[in-house]
Each structure stands twice: as structure tokens, then as C-alpha cells.
């Protein structure tokens, strides 16, 4: 059986986080137009348990930088959708979250990708 490796779920990582964060940034947009599209929350929760999924699995061997930036950013993100779901508040901490959950992962990725000597 295969080992999954870390860069695996940092590429996962960032195609979660720059996927929720396009969503969050686009679906606005879209819900003036006469589509008849609302926001769902789940949605978002189905993001954040993907990247929580991801940093749980690179946390353990990342450095304190990286882990540090993708907890905080994945405490944002959270904050923001359970707000959502439990008082229907829109909290702009989603955007800095998926922001800093991009920058974590790119920078966990190439950390990993330099050749150990």
C-alpha cells in the first residue's frame, strides 16, 4: 500500500482553500443576478472540513511557522462558518482564513520539496 505524502494534502490544501475562498468571493456576485441562487452555509462546511482534514495530517510534521498560520487561519474559517450556521452572521474572517490557509500550504509544499541534505 502507498504512503500518501504531505505535499499530497497541501495540494489538496490549497485546491480546498482556493476553491472555498473563489466560492465565498464569487457567489456574492452571482446572487444578484435573477438565477435564483442562495447562499448555503453548508457549503462552506464542507470546505472547512476538507481543510481541516488536510492540516490535520501536515500539522504533525510541518515547522511552528506552518502549522501556526494554517491552525489560526483554519480557527478564522471555522469562526466564520459556524457563526453562519448557528446565528446566520456573515463574518469576513472566512477570507483571511482561506488566505492564510493558501499561504500555509505554499509554503509547507516548498519546504518539502527542497532536497534534504
Known sequence: MKKITTSFYDILGISSATVCLVHCLIFPLLTILPLGLSHNPFIDLLFASVGLFA????????????????????????????????????????????????????INYKLHKKPNH
Open 55 to 106: 492540516i490535520l495530517k501536515i500539522i504533525k510534521k510541518s515547522s511552528l511557522l506552518v502549522s501556526s498560520i494554517l491552525i489560526v487561519s483554519m480557527v478564522l474559517i471555522w469562526m466564520s462558518v459556524l457563526s453562519e450556521l448557528l446565528f446566520e452572521i456573515h463574518l469576513d474572517l472566512i477570507y483571511f482564513g482561506g488566505i492564510g490557509m493558501i499561504i500555509g500550504h505554499l
